[in-house]
């Protein structure tokens, strides 16, 4: 069974029932997400090994993240545990044209005041097979950039591949801020992940043709797009997902990977939207899953894919299919009929 370990900040999530709006109830439901926690979720759901590594405190709070985790079968041993606070975000899903507002309220979080060294990246990444962050992590400040230098450097030393999902975050940091960091960090990355903006906002390195809030996304334009970032960074493979929105509610949704000789795109699936949120992460884990899986480029994309479609019928952050939901749906069986 193939190990990988993520790291990154889990947080609670706080959101209105439903698709009401803020305060419309005097109820929020409280579950908890975050990029690399989701993908630690969908990897214990697909049955391999996966390791979550953050900071968080010792009261009960803190205590509801780690078993939300555990839960999952995901490996929670790695956790530092310090600090007085998990960082929170508040969600309001959108609809038709009404757009989903995420609010975060993480300053001072227990994994923003870490120190680099609390983490033993030897010990962690002992028996290791892949390490998977993303740009949000290190977009909590340099103490966290620090951080994923060490332990990319330690996986890398190692052996270990990894992947890095760019999620851009202007609330947390600059262009300039993410393109100077995301440059180092990117040295050591094997699969690079992003979606129809990140490459953009990162590196400055643009789709022609596209107009993603015009709901116009020219697919061959990304083809020059993970050329151009294979050839800046050395990336083994490049991923990208390929979202057109035709509302809140109803988006197109693809991907592609370019594998350093050609590139793949998936089918196309249009999605009648639950919950997007983490959406891009159960992409990410269905690529990690395939690839490690040995599934050639054009499944590994299928897979990916697949598994992030199912994500957007499903409530909260976490990606709650299995490998064979996922399959049969890549297969082509996306009819929804009721399973007697």
């Given at each position: 069974?193939?190990?990988?370990?993520?790291?990154?900040?889990?947080?609670?999530?706080?959101?209105?029932?439903?698709?009401?709006?803020?305060?419309?109830?005097?109820q929020l439901q409280a579950t908890f997400g975050g990029g690399e926690a989701?993908?630690?979720?969908?990897?214990?759901?697909?049955?391999?090994?996966?390791?979550?590594?953050?900071?968080?405190?010792?009261?009960?709070?803190?205590?509801?993240?780690?078993?939300?985790?555990?839960?999952?079968?995901?490996?929670?041993?790695?956790?530092?545990?310090?600090?007085?606070?998990?960082?929170?975000?508040?969600?309001?899903?959108?609809?038709?044209?009404?757009?989903?507002?995420?609010?975060?309220?993480?300053?001072?979080?227990?994994?923003?005041?870490?120190?680099?060294?609390?983490?033993?990246?030897?010990?962690?990444?002992?028996?290791?097979?892949?390490?998977?962050?993303?740009?949000?992590?290190?977009?909590?400040?340099?103490?966290?950039?620090?951080?994923?230098?060490?332990?990319?450097?330690?996986?890398?030393?190692?052996?270990?591949?990894?992947?890095?999902?760019?999620?851009?975050?202007?609330?947390?940091?600059?262009?300039?801020?993410?393109?100077?960091?995301?440059?180092?960090?990117?040295?050591?990355?094997?699969?690079?992940?992003?979606?129809?903006?990140?490459a953009k906002d990162v590196f400055g390195i643009e789709a022609e043709n596209?107009?993603?809030?015009?709901?116009?996304?020219?697919?061959?334009?990304?083809?020059?797009?993970?050329?151009?970032?294979?050839?800046?960074?050395?990336?083994?493979?490049?991923?990208?997902?390929?979202?057109?929105?035709?509302?809140?509610?109803?988006?197109?949704?693809?991907?592609?990977?370019?594998?350093?000789?050609?590139?793949?795109?998936?089918?196309?699936?249009?999605?009648?939207?639950?919950?997007?949120?983490?959406?891009?992460?159960?992409?990410?884990?269905?690529?990690?899953?395939?690839?490690?899986?040995?599934?050639?480029?054009?499944?590994?994309?299928?897979?990916?894919?697949?598994?992030?479609?199912?994500?957007?019928?499903?409530?909260?952050?976490?990606?709650?299919?299995?490998?064979?939901?996922?399959?049969?749906?890549?297969?082509?069986?996306?009819?929804?009929?009721?399973?007697?």
């Amino acid at each position: 069974m193939a190990k990988v370990v993520t790291f990154g900040e889990i947080m609670l999530r706080l959101a209105p029932n439903g698709y009401e709006r803020f305060f419309q109830s005097d109820q929020l439901q409280a579950t908890f997400g975050g990029g690399e926690a989701n993908v630690a979720v969908s990897l214990a759901n697909f049955g391999l090994e996966s390791v979550y590594v953050t900071r968080l405190p010792a009261h009960a709070i803190g205590q509801g993240a780690v078993n939300s985790l555990r839960y999952f079968g995901v490996d929670t041993s790695k956790i530092v545990r310090g600090g007085d606070r998990v960082g929170v975000y508040y969600l309001e899903k959108g609809a038709s044209q009404r757009g989903s507002v995420c609010i975060y309220d993480r300053a001072g979080s227990a994994i923003q005041q870490a120190d680099p060294s609390e983490f033993d990246w030897d010990a962690i990444f002992d028996g290791a097979d892949w390490f998977h962050f993303t740009g949000i992590t290190p977009a909590l400040g340099q103490n966290m950039v620090e951080a994923c230098l060490a332990a990319c450097r330690a996986a890398k030393a190692r052996g270990v591949k990894i992947s890095c999902d760019l999620n851009y975050r202007g609330k947390l940091w600059t262009r300039a801020q993410a393109r100077e960091a995301m440059g180092k960090l990117c040295q050591y990355v094997d699969v690079c992940i992003a979606n129809e903006e990140d490459a953009k906002d990162v590196f400055g390195i643009e789709a022609e043709n596209t107009d993603i809030y015009g709901g116009k996304l020219n697919k061959q334009g990304y083809e020059s797009v993970a050329k151009k970032l294979q050839a800046q960074f050395g990336f083994e493979k490049v991923a990208i997902t390929l979202r057109t929105s035709l509302s809140a509610s109803d988006n197109e949704w693809a991907g592609m990977l370019y594998d350093g000789e050609a590139c793949h795109f998936s089918k196309e699936y249009h999605l009648h939207i639950v919950d997007r949120v983490g959406g891009g992460d159960s992409f990410g884990a269905g690529l990690i899953y395939a690839l490690l899986s040995g599934k050639g480029s054009q499944q590994a994309i299928d897979f990916a894919v697949a598994a992030s479609a199912l994500k957007h019928s499903i409530e909260g952050d976490f990606n709650r299919v299995t490998v064979a939901e996922v399959e049969k749906l890549a297969g082509g069986d996306g009819s929804g009929r009721v399973q007697r």
